[in-house]
């Protein structure tokens, strides 16, 4: 019986590891769901007789050792900084091994001992990273052989709240991470426009936004992701002038995001003592300057800020409930803490609510008759309300799709690689379509 091991249990899992159980009952295979909270691996779980919910610190060397020299191929949901020591493990023990996460640069260092040992390292098999890199290939493959040189590539990935007449006032759900939504921009962005580098600090990302129209779904606001450069030679795109990859949100999003950020309180790194026994309005009150004592607490803020006292952005910080008189409780050691506690109890789903996953390309490519098409490919996927949320599957499925492959040898793919492979793509996206996830594209000259 050949064994599959499961690292995470948390919000991006539940499809994967529901895929991964039905499997095993079909080809006689176990599953083992390993996380710090056994209860949560339980419920995963459930009463399936083919799995195991163990109780698992990733911290315990001996331990996680233990568990990958038993399995056959590991599914690691951990946080990105466990992916160097598991893959590690992996290719140690000869085990293949699948991530969603960006690829740490000590684990592609790993590719050529992982071809030795007859494994595979697929990192990035999420949803963005992951259903984005498959798609966006499949497109630019499609452009080269009709002999267009790509000159522009955009595109946009979302996970947010679908629309609904209940959408709270910041249009989004935590379906994920959430300490990733509190700490996003924090490296600031890079990209290309026209012809020109742009970067960004952590402050002006959510100050340079566009509107991004998606059919059946209506506006959103975009803004750059992280270092986008770097995908010029992901995707071989050695003469595009325009790459910048993006994140959607509802509008609005960015301009109290930015303040959030202005105040300081995306901080992950200093320590504050006795943050559990303060109110939010306390821990707000921290991020005002002495200048602006003596008026009310919103108001201050709004000083503070240069924004208007009885605007949007104070109403949704009021509603975020960061000027409340209730205490914060928990165990938090930074300010960072304190908002990813705070946004999971605000931004949670009701039942009857489902969330919704946007991704978009819009390529540009230029023929020899000078003529300039835009390809573009659009997949909007939803939720089930009190099912699988459309994070969870679209994380959760990629690298459930791969691993089955794998199992049944019907990927011979060896070493450290992403999904822009064509061993890779060419199979999963075929796959994903039969699950629901689909790409429809159009092309119009510009």
């Not at 260092?109 to 990273?129: Q, R, S, T, V």
């Not at 930015?258 to 009150?285: C, H, Q, S, V, W």
């Not at 949704?316 to 908002?339: H, R």
Request: glycine share 8%.
């Amino acid at each position: 019986m050949k064994n599959i091991l499961i690292l995470g249990a948390g919000q991006s899992a539940p499809y994967m590891i529901s895929f991964m159980l039905d499997q095993a009952k079909k080809n006689d295979w176990f599953v083992k769901v390993c996380d710090y909270d056994l209860e949560l691996a339980e419920k995963r779980v459930g009463n399936h007789p083919n799995g195991q919910a163990i109780q698992f610190d990733a911290n315990d060397i001996e331990f996680r050792q233990s568990l990958i020299k038993e399995a056959d191929i590991v599914l690691n949901l951990l946080a990105p900084v466990f992916q160097y020591p598991v893959a590690s493990d992996c290719v140690q023990f000869g085990k293949h091994v699948i991530t969603a996460s960006y690829t740490d640069p000590r684990v592609q260092a790993l590719n050529n001992e992982a071809i030795k040992k007859n494994i595979l390292i697929l990192n990035e098999m999420g949803l963005d990273p992951g259903i984005d890199h498959m798609s966006a290939m499949a497109v630019i493959e499609k452009v080269k052989k009709s002999g267009g040189e790509i000159t522009g590539f955009l595109s946009y990935g979302s996970a947010v709240a679908a629309p609904s007449p209940n959408l709270n006032p910041f249009g989004y759900y935590i379906t994920w991470n959430p300490r990733n939504v509190v700490l996003a921009g924090a490296s600031g962005a890079l990209y290309l426009e026209d012809g020109k580098m742009k970067v960004l600090s952590q402050q002006k990302v959510f100050r340079r936004t566009w509107e991004v129209e998606i059919d059946g779904v209506g506006t959103l606001e975009a803004y750059p992701n992280r270092d986008s450069l770097i995908y010029t030679n992901v995707f071989d795109l050695p003469n595009v002038r325009t790459m910048i990859r993006g994140t959607l949100r509802y509008p609005g999003w960015s301009e109290v995001w930015r303040n959030i950020i202005l105040l300081g309180m995306p901080n992950d790194t200093m320590n504050i003592p006795g943050l559990a026994d303060m109110t939010y309005a306390e821990f707000t009150e921290m991020f005002v300057g002495f200048h602006s004592s003596g008026n009310e607490l919103k108001k201050r803020v709004a000083v503070s800020l240069g924004i208007n006292p009885t605007g949007t952005i104070i109403r949704k910080l009021d509603w975020l409930g960061l000027f409340s008189d209730e205490k914060i409780g928990g165990n938090p050691k930074t300010a960072a803490d304190v908002l990813v506690d705070l946004l999971k109890k605000k931004l949670k789903m009701t039942p009857g609510e489902k969330d919704m996953v946007v991704l978009m390309h819009q390529i540009d490519a230029v023929f020899e008759n000078g003529k300039t098409n835009r390809y573009s490919s659009l997949m909007v996927h939803y939720g089930e309300p009190e099912g699988f949320t459309a994070i969870s599957k679209t994380v959760g499925l990629p690298a459930a799709l791969a691993a089955t492959m794998l199992m049944k040898d019907e990927i011979q793919l060896r070493g450290c690689h992403i999904p822009t492979h064509p061993a890779i793509y060419s199979k999963v996206l075929p796959k994903l379509e039969e699950h629901g996830i689909k790409f429809t594209e159009k092309v119009e000259e510009k």
